[in-house]
């Protein structure tokens, strides 16, 4: 998910890719961008103590 939100973030600044609404992850200011991704990083850390 990750990755892909940085592929396309870089592509856009680059000019190879559209425009897009997506937010670079950590980096970009944007509440509900980082709250998903803690959010998701925390069920993954869930996941793996367990």
Do not use: D, E, K
Request: glycine share 14%; aromatic share 10%; proline share 4%.
């Amino acid at each position: 998910m990750i990755l892909t939100q940085i592929f396309i973030n870089t592509g856009m600044n680059m000019g190879i890719i559209p425009i897009t609404g997506i937010t670079l992850p950590f980096v970009s200011y944007g509440g509900s961008s980082v709250l998903s991704l803690c959010l998701s990083f925390g069920l993954l850390w869930a996941i793996r103590g367990r």
